[in-house]
């Protein structure tokens, strides 16, 4: 459950103040799949940055499950992120000399984990790459390089899987796969919540925030379109 | 996170790198390296004095006469004519000296020893048989100077491996006669090679009523033989200070006195000390100048850490998303530096080390054996300061990767 209250974020450059959200409330419930959008600038990498616990709010409140994220120290927000959200990014963000499963075991080296191997292995199997393990992200394709980002987001099992323009680097076929990916894991009951300034990623969506100069200006809900090109 | 965990990523970080990471191990090695050779060098240098020093006789304390004063003009010590070969023999008593194992007194004077054509100058010292004991004069061929020559006055002379050489080159002397102040004394054995000590090798020995008869021209009031010194040897180490006691105790009997002592005795341990002295300002030197490269080789360190916490930026910024702490990332730096430094040390150590055996048996300062000396120490001091130094040099690199802002790490190009 995330609920957020009259959130604000300023950075500050120098002597000037620049306001990427300027009092953002909004809850999502558990299992909800939400998407977004918004034009750069809009605000909403700044909100997806602080739901994720990367950052925390100049103002307002941000209740995730219950605990204030605003008063949590260092330490226990990175438990957080190693726990309760699995961030997939526009650039994958996986480490380059690492093969596939040493990266997705990597989310399982922190933190108290057991059985790494065979649960990374799990995680990589589920999302399709089960004969690629061995590979190192140079040697998968754009899509695969995405599906290890999925599996590295999984493998702890978060409640909560957050997508940051997760097709933004990708044709539309590989694209189509990933979204499929994120659907059924909304179906298995892990709130979704992706970042997109394309409509056709947002219409995956059962929800659609939209934003502009760091403000929601529409929350609405809709059917999800079902992904065209499943697994 | 898992030490192990700690540890193989930090190899496999530091193996993604080899070059890089080989240079700056490069720093530490030769650093290290030099520490440890100037220690062990050093050392043995030490340890090599000390032995040149006890080869003349362990738990040596000398007894000399003190100062003659005549006419308000001091003489210097070991000018009075105060000791006699009664008093070394007094000295030598299980009852009043127990700390006291053997006593040699000895006149020393220099002459011109001639033998045939060849000639020498040379020490000439008056001992008793005594003296082959405590100064550790071993006979190579032929006899020492026994009781009987002593109580003769028998002219025969006993000569060192390098006055028999100088004289008579490789044939063997014994049987011969040499010439020392015109009169004919019979060689009746050589000395061993004494390599290692030194004062010992240009000398002949006479004994000492042949000496104080025929050779010198000192009297004593008393109408008894006076000696220029005696050598004493404690029992052992620990009862030096008890010998020292029992000598003046029994001398000052002998020589009845109530105000000052009329002799002085001395140790070797003051010499060794001396030396030991010198030797370690040197050492201290050196090993401050190797230091120097070695905490050269630490900045290289930072310097690399610096780079590669700058390169690993996004790495960082990946790490902390996915749940690293704040100590994860601390830590995982702070390893690198310290497997860098502490492998250098390693490395360095075997590198260090392997100079002794290549300067073992040469001659590398003067013309004495070099004997490096290596203990454990050096190893652990090497080791544990090369640990220190990259706890040293990785902490602000390693701190300023854990305290990087997840999003400013991940955004960073």
Known sequence: MI???????????????????????????????????????????????????????????????????GTLSDDRLAEIRNTEIGFIFQTYNLLPRLTALANVELALMYGDSKNRRQRALDALERVGLGDRVRHRPTELSGGQQQRVGIARALVKSPGILLADEPTGNLDSRSGDEIMAILQELHQEGITVIIVTHETEIADHANRTITMRDGLVVADEAHAAVAATNGL | ????????????????????????????????????????IGRGVQQGITARIESQGANLLFV?????????????????????????????????????????????????????????????????????????AVIETGRFISPADIQGNAQVVVLSASVSEDLFGLLSPVGQTVRINGRRFAIVGVLEDNTVGFGQSNQVLVPVTTAYYRLASQRTAQGGVSVQSINV???????????????????????????????VISSQQGLIETLN?????????????????????GIGVMNIMLVSVTERTREIGIRKAIGAKRRDILFQFMTEAVILTISGGLIGLVLGLSFGPLLNGRAVIGNRPMETGFSLDIAIIALVVSGAIGLFSGIYPALRAARMHPIDALRYE
């Open chain 2, 277 to 297: 002295e010198t030797t370690t300002a040197l050492v201290v030197f050196l090993g401050t100048v190797a230091g120097i490269s070695l905490f050269v080789g």
């Open chain 2, 64 to 136: 000399q006469p003190g100062s003659t004063t005549s006419g308000g003009l001091s003489g210097g010590q070991g000018s009075a004519s105060s000791l006699t070969l009664e008093d070394a023999l007094a000295l030598v008593d299980p009852v009043f000296a127990p700390s006291v194992e053997a006593a040699a007194s000895q006149i020393t004077t220099n002459a011109q020893v001639v033998a045939g054509r060849a000639n020498t100058n040379t020490q000439v010292i008056g001992v008793t048989p005594e003296y082959s004991a405590v100064r550790n």
């Open chain 1, 3 to 69: 609920e957020i209250n009259n959130v604000s974020k300023v950075y500050r450059m120098g002597d000037t103040e620049l306001a990427a959200l300027g009092g953002v409330s909004l809850t999502i419930a558990d299992g909800e799949i939400v998407a977004f959008m918004g034009a750069s600038g809009s605000g909403k990498s700044t909100l997806m940055n602080i739901l994720g616990c990367l950052d925390v709010p100049t103002s307002g409140r941000y209740i995730l499950n219950g605990e204030d994220v």
């Open chain 2, 233 to 263: 040897q404690a029992a052992s180490q620990e009862v030096m200070g008890n010998a020292e006691l029992e000598i003046a105790t029994i001398l000052r009997l002998r020589h009845r006195i109530t105000g000052d002592d009329d002799f």
């Open chain 2, 1 to 40: 996170m898992r030490p192990l965990d700690i540890l193989r990523t930090a190899v496999w970080s530091l193996g993604s790198n080899k070059l890089r990471s080989g240079l700056t191990l490069l720093g530490i090695i030769i650093g290290v390296t030099a520490v440890i050779a100037l220690m062990t």
